[in-house]
């Protein structure tokens, strides 16, 4: 069966530190993968897209930045934090080619930026 | 284009049903329901991929008017269980195929 892993669950980082939050998916091959963000009030935001390896798409512009190094690696990082950047971001992966298929959500990580 | 959820919070007493509602401004290719507890994922429930398309498991059920870019999901004889924030995700025909834009949410919450 599929899994999708995600981590670190929770990290507290001063402003202007560097980010990293890795996603793995398990048991299955060439995925889509996701990046979003959760933030108050603002529901599920879609941050990146990859539908394979090397191959981002950003759906927003900002500080952050995704790669793809291999073909179930996601991830996110940033070279410096902002207060706006703290949220939930999950991760998410979709078996689907062409159009939107249903999400596995990873457990997220939850950023507070001090 | 971000779809619109209404609305933003519904209390209910067990037994109740609630009516959650999700509009776009744009024609929309399909739209998918998620359901998040507190402090975890999102969860899958349903697509509607045509218009007028309903489904339903359980007693969540969910309905697609196409024509006015809209969906609705019902809950009957709401449990416990049911609370939770839900999530509309719309893939509209000119955006990135693939991708969902998710609404705000709206956050059930289900009493005894």
């Known amino acids: 069966s599929q899994t999708i892993h995600q981590w670190p669950a929770t990290l507290v980082q001063p402003v202007g530190s560097p980010l990293s939050l890795e996603c793995t998916v398990e048991g299955t091959s060439n995925p889509n993968l996701y990046w979003y963000r959760q933030a108050a009030g603002r529901g599920l935001q879609l941050l990146f897209y990859s539908v394979g390896i090397g191959q981002i798409s950003s759906e927003v512009p900002q500080n952050l930045s995704a790669s793809r190094p291999q073909d179930r690696q996601f991830i996110l990082s940033s070279k410096k934090l902002l207060l706006s950047d703290s949220g939930f971001y999950l991760c998410?992966?979709?078996?689907?080619?062409?159009?939107?298929?249903?999400?596995?959500f990873g457990e997220g990580s939850r950023l507070t930026v001090l | 284009q971000q779809p619109v959820q209404s609305p933003q919070a519904v209390i209910l007493r067990e037994g109740e049903d609630a009516v959650i509602n999700c509009s776009s401004s744009k024609a929309l290719y399909s739209v998918h329901w998620y359901r998040q507890k507190h402090g975890e994922a999102p969860v899958f429930l349903m697509i509607?991929?045509?218009?007028?398309e309903q489904k339903g498991h359980d007693k969540i059920s969910a309905s697609f008017n196409e024509k006015k870019q809209q969906s609705s999901l019902y809950l009957t004889a709401s449990q416990l269980s049911y609370s939770g924030t839900y999530f509309c995700g719309t893939e509209d025909y000119g955006g990135s195929q693939g991708n969902l834009i998710f609404g705000k949410g709206t956050k059930l919450s289900v009493k005894p």
């Open positions: 998410a992966w979709s078996a689907y080619r062409g159009r939107a298929g249903e999400l596995f």
């Open positions: 509607l991929l045509k218009g007028g």
